[in-house]
C-alpha cells in the first residue's frame, strides 16, 4: 500500500472511531443529566448485554433468533429462485410472477403480514419464519429475474447444444451465471432480515429478542430494550463478518476462477 493509501486509510478509521467514541460520550453525558428511565447509561446496558450473551435463559432468545433469520434469508433465496427460473421458463407466467404476485410482495405491509399471520397460524414457530420470508421475498425475487434478464443468451444456446438435458444447462451454466446476483440478494435479505425480525417476534413468537423487547416494553425496562437493539447490531456484525463476506468471497472466487478458465 501506497503511503498516501495508508494515510488515507488510517485517517478513515480514525474519523469513523472517534464518531462511535463522541456518541458514547453524549450518550453518557446525556445518561447523567436525564432520567434512567429515559436514557439509560452506557454500564447499565454493557451489564445487560454480558447478561444476554452469558446467561443460558437470555442467550436462549438470541440464538433462537439467530436461527429463524438463517432459515429465513435461506428459504426466501430458494423461492425467489425458483419463482424467477419458473418465469424465465414459462413466458406466460412471467406476466404473473412479475407483474402481480411481486406487486402484492412488494406493497405489503410488513405489519399487515405479521397480523394475517398471527390470524391464520397463531403464535407459532412457523409464524415468524412465514413473515419473515414473505418480506424477504421479493427482494431475492428482483435479483433473480434481473439476473436472469441479463444473462449472455449466447452462452446458454452454446450449454444447449452440447446439451440435450435442460437440467444439464441450467445446473453448470444459469445458475453459475446467477451466483453475482444471488450474493446481492444475500446480503439485501441478510440485512432486512435483522430489521424485521423484531417487528415478526413481537406479533408471533413466545421467544426470541422480539420477545424478550415486548416483555421489557411492558414494565417500561429501557435497558433491556436499548441492549436488545445493540445486541441485534452486534449479532447482524458478527453474521456478516463470519458467515456473508466468507460465502460472497468464495463464490467470487470460483466466478473468476470460471472465468479465466
Not at 454500564?43 to 438470541?62: D, F, K, S
Request: hydrophobic share 60%; aromatic share 8%; proline share 4%.
Amino acid at each position: 500500500m501506497r503511503p498516501a493509501d495508508l494515510t488515507r486509510t488510517v485517517a478513515q478509521r480514525a474519523i469513523a472511531d472517534g464518531l462511535v467514541l463522541l456518541a458514547l460520550a453524549v450518550w453518557w453525558w446525556s445518561s447523567r443529566h436525564l432520567p434512567a428511565s429515559v436514557i439509560p447509561s452506557p454500564q447499565a446496558v454493557l451489564a445487560r448485554l454480558v447478561a444476554i450473551a452469558t446467561e443460558p435463559a437470555l442467550g436462549w432468545h438470541a440464538l433462537v433468533t439467530t436461527l429463524r433469520v438463517m432459515a429465513s434469508v435461506l428459504l426466501s433465496l430458494v423461492l425467489g429462485l425458483a419463482l424467477a427460473l419458473a418465469a424465465h421458463a414459462r413466458p406466460w407466467l412471467d406476466g404473473i410472477i412479475t407483474d402481480r404476485i411481486l406487486v402484492v410482495l412488494s406493497g405489503m405491509p410488513s405489519v399487515g403480514w405479521a397480523i394475517l399471520a398471527v390470524i391464520w397460524f397463531k403464535v407459532s414457530e412457523f409464524t415468524v419464519i412465514f413473515v419473515q420470508v414473505m418480506i424477504l421475498l421479493p427482494f431475492a425475487l428482483i435479483n433473480f429475474t434481473e439476473g436472469l434478464r441479463n444473462l449472455d443468451q449466447e452462452v446458454i444456446e452454446m450449454a444447449d447444444s452440447f446439451s440435450t438435458r435442460r437440467t444439464a444447462t441450467l445446473v453448470h451454466v444459469i445458475i453459475p451465471m446467477l451466483l453475482p446476483y444471488g450474493i446481492a440478494a444475500l446480503r439485501v435479505s441478510y440485512g432486512v432480515c435483522w430489521k424485521i425480525a423484531l417487528v415478526s417476534e413481537l406479533f408471533g413468537a413466545q421467544s426470541g429478542l422480539g420477545y424478550l423487547m415486548l416483555q421489557a416494553q411492558s414494565v417500561g425496562d429501557v435497558v433491556t430494550v436499548v441492549a436488545t437493539c445493540l445486541i441485534i447490531v452486534l449479532l447482524f456484525t458478527l453474521g456478516e463478518a463470519l458467515i456473508i463476506n466468507p460465502i460472497a468471497r468464495t463464490l467470487r472466487k470460483d466466478i473468476a476462477q470460471a472465468e479465466a478458465g
